[in-house]
């Protein structure tokens, strides 16, 4: 019996090795690591999990966005973008932006387009002015849940998450948006990042299908 942690973050992982290991997962059998069910199963059975090739962003719109708010998007974040394209995970479980309009979005934009216009209207003017010129968002993981997380970069060259919750603001408004504004939000690569997120589609899958609690 195989043990099914092997299929989460190995150390030092790049975001490349990340999605192959995602690749690997969708492939494997869950009868060789669990013996909860009886029967030979995989996720690539199942498309809510299958990962999808969506385009490649042309390297001249990340010139001109540079360029418009001065900025440096991370060369890693190009490279992904650019050379290996933007993908999705199921319906939208992991979503790294593709559409030209909004590949990168700032959080006034980010809120809007998420329907969190209330929470928009209850940032103090000064934080939102400061927070849309300093995160860059670039995909979403969980939409319409009570996990939904945004992915960014910063002016700085950091990644993050942000979490929000529909049924809870007042969390965003009082440790979320805060933490981001006097930078003690926790800080990823891209690399942790995407691990961190593959990981999480595959717990949650294990558990959506049983084989964990």
């Known amino acids: 019996m195989k043990n099914y942690k092997t299929l989460l973050t190995q150390k030092g992982e790049t975001w490349q090795e990340a999605l192959t290991r995602y690749e690997?997962?969708?492939?494997?059998?869950?009868l060789q690591y669990f013996t909860v069910k009886d029967y030979s199963y995989t996720f690539s059975e199942n498309e809510a999990y299958l990962l999808h090739q969506d385009g490649k962003v042309l390297t001249r719109f990340i010139r001109n966005f540079s360029e418009e708010?001065?900025?440096n998007v991370p060369d890693n974040l190009t490279d992904l973008?650019?050379?290996y394209g933007t993908f999705t995970v199921g319906d939208s479980l992991l979503e790294i932006f593709n559409q030209a309009d909004d590949t990168f979005m700032?959080?006034?934009e980010i809120l809007q387009s998420y329907n969190y216009d209330s929470l928009l209207a209850e940032i103090g003017p000064g934080m939102l002015k400061s927070l849309n010129g300093f995160y860059f968002f670039f995909g979403i993981s969980f939409p319409q849940t009570d996990q939904t997380s945004f992915l960014y970069f910063s002016k700085a060259g950091n990644f993050g998450i942000m979490h929000l919750s529909e049924n809870n603001h007042e969390e965003a408004l009082r440790k979320t948006l805060p933490s981001m504004f006097n930078g003690s939000i926790d800080k990823f690569t891209l690399d942790s990042l995407i691990s961190n997120q593959i990981d999480r589609i595959i717990i949650n899958a294990l558990m959506v299908r049983g084989y964990i609690d």
């Open 106 to 108: 700032t959080l006034s």
């Open 69 to 71: 708010h001065n900025i």
């Open 24 to 30: 690997r997962f969708l492939k494997a059998d869950m």
């Open 81 to 83: 973008m650019c050379n």
